[in-house]
């Protein structure tokens, strides 16, 4: 699946890579719409009705991520609500294993993520994970989110890395595309996002459901 010798940068994302992506998934398809509901006095039925279209409209956008933006659109403190149930946020299987392994190599490793700052923060105090890498990138922070080709263009300028020698492993197949589409060689699927529901069937690139696949190469 992959030639380690070939690789010199690692981009590892958070949320359905690293991270067990049913608590994102819980969050913004039950948690924020029971507390909207709350909110105008609504059924669950039909806050999320409202609420869908709005999420599946900025779908790649940075704001999509932004939890200041969604803030001032629901009206609700989306950081502190992800704090109240900050207990769910889990790693998922072999993640340290392989983070250890990448550690112990001669690999730069990156963490690269669409998570605003606030959950980005949260998750890395809840996960202890910070320390496996070299340089943790934020999507919000070069301003563009990693479906955009200018993310890329923006990240590579400011930390040189070489599309040849580099893996991207990402859940997102649009962020897959987006990266295959700027030149990155090697790209690597989790099948496997979260941890509640079944793999994912994925054709267009090498999928994994856990890092053991490629623990005894590494």
Partial sequence: M????????????????LLDL???????LEFVPQRYADLHGLSLIESKKILQPLFKN???????YCLDYWSEQLNLNIAGLKAEIAGLISVLPHVSDFLTALQNSNKRVFLVTNAHPD??????????????FDEIVCSHTLGFAKENQQFWSSFQQQYHWQTDSSVMIDDS???????ERF??????????????QDSKNITQYP????????????
């Avoid at 380690?4 to 890579?17: A, K, P, S, Y």
């Avoid at 030149?183 to 509640?196: T, V, Y």
């Avoid at 999928?207 to 590494?218: G, K, V």
């Fill in 2 to 17: 992959l030639d380690w010798n070939r690789i010199e940068t690692v981009f590892l994302d958070m949320d359905g890579t």
């Fill in 207 to 218: 999928a994994i459901q856990d890092f053991r696949a490629l623990l005894p190469i590494l």
């Fill in 183 to 196: 030149g990155i060689e090697h790209l690597i699927a989790m099948n496997k996002p979260d941890s509640q």
């Fill in 58 to 64: 900025m779908e790649g956008k940075l704001e999509w």
């Fill in 173 to 179: 197949l649009a962020v897959l595309n987006s990266a």
């Fill in 119 to 132: 959950s980005l923060s949260l998750k890395m105090e809840h996960s202890c994970l910070h320390s496996f």
């Fill in 22 to 28: 049913n608590f994102d998934n819980h969050f913004w």
